[in-house]
């Protein structure tokens, strides 16, 4: 007995379906839109940003047929590496750029807890993480951005008011170790530090330097310790 109520169900569904593709436009009620068939509402109010059905055809419940948003309410969303977004905490602050404007400031509002793999243009696997950022700028600073734009983000994933740092360009590894040539007494001497957090630019020492102490920047093969060097000024 239940089997066939379920049959009966499917049977029914199927006609329905079919009653769909055979309905002829000019049969219908009149629309109150006479310039289209059949009037869809869409839950939100927004602009057209996508038509994902260009043409004319029969689909199933659910499909998506147009993407609607608001212009004026956008948020950024960054594919970070999820070795970087375990360093992200929600509220830290962003810059914007490379987008074609002015840089302006942002904040993080969401880290996703799970990741995913994307193949990178080198075509490495990587394990991406969504950040979601907002705006912390007036809506005017960021006016001509619309849906899907290209954004550059660097993301603060710590911050110090007093830090003795120096220059990535002069660490090298010796042995498990970073180290620099420290200036001293007008020769290179190798010196092993320990370094903190970094950047592509500078790096926090923790120790094995002081404040004052002058580096080499980038040391050639050439330069050995003990080896006489003088400093020059930059061109």
């Known amino acids: 007995m239940i089997s066939a109520k379920a049959q009966l169900e499917v049977r029914q569904f ?13 049969s219908v009620s009149p629309p109150t839109n006479p310039a289209c ?10 602009r057209i940003l996508k038509i994902v059905q260009d043409s004319e055809a029969v689909v199933q419940a659910g499909t998506p047929l147009i993407d609607i948003g608001d212009p004026a309410d956008l948020e950024v969303v960054a594919d970070l590496l ?19 404007g002015a840089p302006m400031q942002g904040r993080v509002t969401r880290v996703d807890p799970a990741g995913f793999v994307k193949v990178s243009a080198l075509g490495i696997e990587e394990q991406r993480v969504r950040t979601t950022i907002d705006f912390t700028e007036p809506p005017e600073a960021w006016s ?8 550059i983000v660097h993301v603060t994933a710590w911050s110090a008011d007093d830090v ?3 220059p990535v360009g002069a660490l090298f590894r010796r042995d498990e170790d970073w180290a620099v040539f420290r200036l001293k007494d007008g020769r290179a001497s190798t010196t092993i530090v320990k370094v903190g957090h970094r950047n592509g630019r500078v790096a926090e020492v923790m120790s094995g330097l002081s404040a004052g102490d002058q580096v080499i920047l980038h040391p050639s093969d050439r330069i050995k310790h003990g080896v006489a060097v003088s400093a020059r000024e930059e061109r």
Do not use: E, F, K, N
């Open 82 to 100: 999820s070795t970087d977004a375990v360093q992200i905490r929600v509220d830290a602050p962003v810059r914007i750029d490379g987008w074609g």
């Open 14 to 26: 199927a006609r329905v379906g079919l009653a769909a593709r055979l309905i002829d436009p000019t």
């Open 37 to 46: 068939c059949v009037q869809i509402r869409a839950p939100v109010t927004g």
């Open 144 to 151: 001509r951005l619309g849906h899907d734009y290209r954004v």
């Open 164 to 166: 003795l740092s120096v």
